[in-house]
């Protein structure tokens, strides 16, 4: 928004102070805002500051209305006392969006001169801040939808967009609070008319006798509860010598006739006090046709003959239109009120037929109630539109009388078009919040895409389809719905057809190519396609117009989403605004995919590359497997080695360095460089090579920890010729490997002793283990990524782990790597997983597998040397 177009406010501010000063001189505005305070809209508003909250991701959501001062009126992770809270207009960092009428965005406030100062900020509640202005329908700014955060981030244009939005709900639902308020005091002051004019009911039940008055008929005739016997003769009791016998008579005929009773008559009270009444009713008759009871209301007309026909006073008098039909339909009386209402002045209405002023009223509403009203004998309420001449919407309250049917009525127009903006505004962001929670809860952001249609339609479309590039750059239809159920085949047709006969200038390339949004009559689109499938299936489902609004990521355009309306819908602005959100929403969404995955590929590549294929011994079997997490870009720090030492013996290497990124994965390619030297160039044993790399660390400054277990297969003549191993190995606070015997029974090497990480002292000794290994036995090095579970513990996973080797000891070894990785993460780890194994061969080789002249390194181990595992 420009200048030009700022709603009542002005430019650029230089402070929060000047704001304040602008605010305060703007008497105009602060009349407006007060007009919207303490309005019945908290739970509303609270829920908007919610909304803003979890839509934009912000700790903190605010909505404060500003006259003279900031009054918080609702709020989202604020201090306890915040929300009623009055604050001075030069202390709230809102004052500044509210006097220049729009959006401010404050990455950083400790940048914001204007906002550096604020009690907010020196407390250190708020370090960004996004605020937007509150416009009434006049114009005015009356107050600040904003959220925060308590350090610096950035703010996107969705987020103003959104907030933009938020701000318009928070003005309409305060501006139906303050419709509904004045609403109900019209409806309260024309009940006090009404109870003005004295009007008390009767109901006289001709087969049981029993009479019924209300409470105010009761009073008319001097009773009060107790002494009203409910009788007829209570009733003659009460009415004067004179009359009675007139009124009896025209009870009576009424009885016969089953016809209608009227009477005015005077009522003699205990004390002498005479009053007159005017009684007016009806006979009713039973399912066999005779009488069955009288109903009727009556009036005191006392003071009406004293002092002119009072009712009509009253009724002239009230804020609410009311006129009375008698029982052909006729108006027998117009107020003032109603003149307005209706457009028609009492001397043009009196005596016509209410079905041929008003035709309209036929075959709807007006005349099902009132028909019913008449029926029934029993009072209606209602709202109802009225089309031309009057276009308006009313609140229509009537009850049946003897005499016909009175009706009083308002206009609420005004409030249901607040209303129903206020309901559209409401589905809109809940649109946005649903299509927000969807594409963030996909594991597959272009799947997500796939299913906007289905969100969009009806409620901002009559059909869509969404078109995704692919990697190629080729543009493909992903998705598509048709709210019709019958025109959906038509729609999947049309959209595995229409992308092969487009041509560039068609509406969904202009928005490919330009990343803007492009609207279009489908009768021009239809003349750009050339004769064939596509051309006809775009007839048939003849659309009037559609809409192609770009899917945007930061520095292309991903896709399209393309919105057709059927004839007679013309898309709102506000609708086409969200439609844009949810198209930007889906684009940032398959941005963020795209960009994910290009950067594990990066990082699994990178980490695939410092791992090598193991070597072929002739004794031996080795088999590796590495598995990254699957997160976002989760690669780390575990490896394997296997390798010759010089002397001839096998070596085989398991590690992981603290951490799960790619500092972790480049640490790990350092720590295997360096184990790897030290162990082929000195041939040392496990527990010696272990204690060189730590001392290489610390001389590095490497700044790392990590786990590793190293174990050498060494074996002498002797042992070759009785077809065993022995397997020296250290560990260093890593996971103990697991043996699989030659009978398939599996061995967890209990004696182990876990010495410290690598990396954190480089003094530690390193205690070596020995066990001796028959041919054909497996040894399983493993990282702990394979058996930890969020939901489980490391002993339940290992029991796992072993329970599955028993069931596979049998499997060729890569077999078996396959199947325990399937077995356990199902390819999708929640940490990296590597594995390392190697399966001794079950006959005689020509070499050992210590074939130097080193063959049993001269170590003495601080634990003796376990027994073979069984």
């Not at 001189?25 to 979890?54: G, H, Q």
């Not at 024309?190 to 009911?201: K, M, R």
């Not at 026909?309 to 009375?324: D, I, K, Q």
């Not at 001449?389 to 409030?415: D, I, K, M, Q």
């Amino acid at each position: 928004m420009d200048d030009t177009t700022r709603p009542h406010g002005t430019g650029p501010v230089a402070s929060t102070r000047a704001a304040a000063e602008v605010l305060q001189a703007d008497r105009s505005r602060t009349r407006a805002a007060r007009r919207l305070r303490l309005r019945d809209a908290s739970a509303a508003l609270d829920r908007l500051a919610e909304l803003a909250a979890r839509l934009l991701g912000a700790p903190i959501a605010q909505i404060s209305l500003l006259d003279d001062v900031e009054v918080v009126v609702a709020g989202a992770g604020l201090p306890p006392g915040t929300v009623g809270r009055e604050a001075p207009l030069d202390a709230t960092a809102c004052a500044v969006p509210a006097a220049e009428g729009l959006p401010v965005v404050v990455p950083d406030v400790h940048a914001e001169p204007r906002a550096a100062d604020l009690p907010q900020v020196r407390a250190g509640i708020v370090g960004s801040y996004l605020g937007a202005p509150m416009v009434d329908s006049d114009g005015f700014v009356v107050g600040v939808v904003c959220v925060a955060a308590p350090t610096p981030r950035p703010w996107s244009d969705t987020d103003v967009a959104t907030l933009r939005q938020l701000a318009a709900a928070a003005v309409t639902e305060l501006e139906l609070a303050a419709l509904r308020t004045a609403y109900e005091g019209d409806r309260l002051r024309y009940g006090l008319a009404i109870d003005a004019a004295g009007i008390g009911t009767f109901d006289w039940d001709l087969r049981t006798g029993e009479l019924t008055w209300d409470d105010r008929l009761i009073e008319m005739f001097g009773y009060d509860a107790e002494s009203f016997s409910g009788t007829i003769e209570a009733f003659n009791d009460r009415v004067h010598p004179d009359d009675l016998p007139r009124v009896t008579d025209a009870l009576q005929a009424s009885i016969v006739a089953l016809g209608d009773y009227e009477a005015e008559y005077r009522v003699v009270w205990p004390d002498g006090e005479t009053r007159w009444v005017q009684a007016r009713g009806r006979t009713l008759r039973d399912g066999d046709g005779g009488a069955a009871r009288v109903l009727g209301a009556a009036y005191d007309t006392t003071a009406e003959r004293a002092a002119g026909l009072r009712v009509t006073r009253v009724l002239e008098a009230m804020p609410a239109g009311f006129y009375s039909l008698d029982r052909q339909w006729r108006f027998t009386h117009v107020n003032a009120e109603a003149e307005r209402l209706l457009g028609r002045g009492r001397d043009d209405l009196l005596g016509q037929e209410l079905w041929t002023a008003f035709p309209a009223a036929l075959d709807g509403a007006f005349e099902t109630h009132y028909r019913e009203a008449v029926r029934t004998g029993k009072p209606v309420q209602f709202d109802a539109h009225y089309p031309a001449p009057l276009h308006g919407w009313y609140e229509v309250r009537a009850w049946p009388s003897p005499e016909g049917l009175s009706v009083y009525f308002l206009e609420v127009t005004e409030r249901r078009r607040v209303q129903d903006r206020a309901e559209r505004g409401a589905q809109r962001l809940a649109l946005l919040a649903q299509v927000s929670a969807e594409l963030a809860g996909a594991l597959d952001a272009q799947t997500a895409t796939a299913h906007l249609p289905r969100l969009v339609v009806p409620a901002l479309a009559d059909w869509c389809i969404v078109t995704v590039v692919d990697p190629d750059g080729r543009p493909r239809d992903v998705g598509h719905w048709h709210a019709d159920p019958a025109a959906r085949p038509l729609v999947e047709r049309y959209a595995g057809t229409r992308i092969d006969a487009m041509p560039v200038t068609a509406p969904l390339m202009r928005a490919l190519l330009t990343g803007e949004a492009v609207m279009e009559r489908t009768r021009a689109v239809i003349d750009l396609l050339p004769e064939g499938e596509a051309r006809d299936l775009l007839t048939a489902l003849a659309p009037e117009s559609a809409v192609a609004l770009p899917l945007r990521g930061r520095d292309r355009t991903l896709g399209v989403m393309t919105l057709y309306f059927r004839r007679g819908w013309a898309p709102r602005e506000e609708d086409l605004a969200t439609a844009q959100d949810v198209a930007d929403r889906a684009g940032l969404a398959l941005d963020n995919a795209r960009l994910y995955g290009q950067q594990q590929a990066l990082a699994e590549g990178l980490q695939r590359s410092l791992l090598t294929e193991p070597p072929e011994p002739d004794h031996a079997e080795i088999a590796v497997r590495y598995l990254p997490a699957a997160e976002a870009a989760r690669v780390g720090g575990d490896w394997y080695d296997a390798f010759l030492q010089p002397g001839g013996a096998t070596m085989l290497v398991i590690g992981d360095v603290v951490g799960h990124d790619t500092e972790a994965a480049a640490a790990m390619g350092q720590l295997r460089g360096l184990l790897r030297g030290i162990a082929t160039y000195s041939d040392a044993g496990p527990g010696e090579v272990l204690r060189g790399l730590d001392a290489s660390m610390a001389l590095l400054q490497t700044h790392v920890m990590a786990t590793a277990t190293v174990a050498r297969f060494e074996q002498t003549p002797d042992e070759r010729d009785r077809g065993v191993t022995r397997m020296r190995w250290a560990n260093a606070g890593h996971l103990p490997p697991l043996v699989i015997n030659p009978d398939g029974s599996v061995a967890e090497l209990a004696s182990w002793r876990g010495d410290l990480l690598l990396g954190v002292d480089p003094e530690a000794r390193r205690v070596e283990s020995v066990v001796t290994l028959d041919r054909g036995a497996t040894v399983l090095l493993f990282t702990d990524g394979l058996i930890e579970r969020r939901d489980a513990d490391l002993d339940a996973g290992m029991a796992r782990l072993r329970e599955a080797l028993r069931e596979l000891a049998e499997r060729p070894l890569d077999e078996v790597l396959d199947e325990v990785l399937d077995r356990l993460v199902d390819g999708r780890p929640e940490d990296d997983v590597a594995l390392v194994a190697v399966r001794l061969h079950r006959q005689d080789r020509p070499r050992p597998l210590d074939a130097g002249p080193n063959r049993v390194p001269d170590v003495v181990p601080d634990d003796p040397a376990s027994p073979a595992p069984r």
